[in-house]
């Protein structure tokens, strides 16, 4: 066996996922086509959304369906950012197959697509989850080929918030394995995401930070020095009894950066449940150096940083 750990660093928006490619069939794929078709399983809202507002985190949360058709579609986020993780999870993914040949639409003008590759995991009461770690709608379109999570991410001017022109977009969110279809209609997700936005804005001010010059206002994220070297020696404590057991696990995580680009604070939640496996990915970003964070004037301020560890077992 051998072992991976790949990156998801939304504070550079950066999303690394395996290599592979974007599916577009000669049929235009688009995800009002394919949840039209004949034996596509169309969802419709059975509750309204739910804002959960915790100290670290933000989960907007809907039901859809009836009965023992109920299916749960949530989205997270553990800081503020253009990009977020979605859970969809209900009885339709029960035969669900390879996470990899599972296909993804949600912009209206865009087709399926193979990535990001969904995780296949379970939620309590619900049952057979597809489990995407990292979306982010304005990119959606861009095929990700890298693997190579060590690189440097780049310095380029961002807001902390989801773009809601690009939610706009999304009136379904439509999965495909196989001959299987199945459409959550949501329909326009730029109030909902807007909700989510409120919600991770006031976590920078509970952290103590400005919302005004990373959530209202374009600035250039942290970024932490050195990262191949925390990266490989995170990767080198994994532990030998989750090794043995081949687990798996994703953890996110959350650090404030000081302006002089130390960090004061680490929070990491598992994402995933597995006994045996415990980062010490926190111990290593603690002692780490980072260029800080920079506003629309180009003068350092105090930010965040937030990025995620995936362990994977081959």
Known sequence: MSLKIFGFLAAAIVAFFAAGSKTVSANDDYPAVIAAQEGAVRLQPSSPWNIHFAEENCRLSRVFG????????????????????????????AKFGNPRRVELGMPSDQVLQRQPTPYLGDVETMGRALIYTSINPAAFSQVHTSNDTTKDDEREAKRAAIDLEEAAKIERIVTRSGKR????????????????NACTRDLLQMWGLDPTKLADAEYTPARA???????????????????????????????????????????????????????????????????PALDADGQPIRSFYSTGVTYLVN
């Not at 749960?72 to 950012?81: A, D, I």
């Not at 199945?182 to 909902?192: C, F, K, M, Q, R």
């Not at 130390?262 to 111990?283: F, G, H, I, M, N």
């Open 225 to 291: 020095i050195g990262l191949r070297q925390i990266v490989r020696r995170i990767q080198q404590a994994y532990p030998s009894a989750a090794l043995r057991r081949g687990q798996q696990a994703f953890f996110r995580m959350r650090m404030i950066v000081e302006i002089d680009g130390t960090v004061s604070e680490c929070y990491l939640d598992k994402a995933t449940k597995a006994d045996s496996l415990d980062s010490p990915a926190c111990q290593e970003f603690l002692r780490a150096k980072f260029e």
């Open 66 to 93: 009836e009965g023992e058709n109920k299916h749960l579609l949530f989205f997270e986020q553990t800081s503020p950012s253009d990009s977020f993780s979605m859970t969809i999870a209900g009885p339709a993914f």
């Open 181 to 196: 279809v199945v459409s959550i209609e949501t329909d326009e997700l730029a109030p909902a995401f807007q909700a989510l």
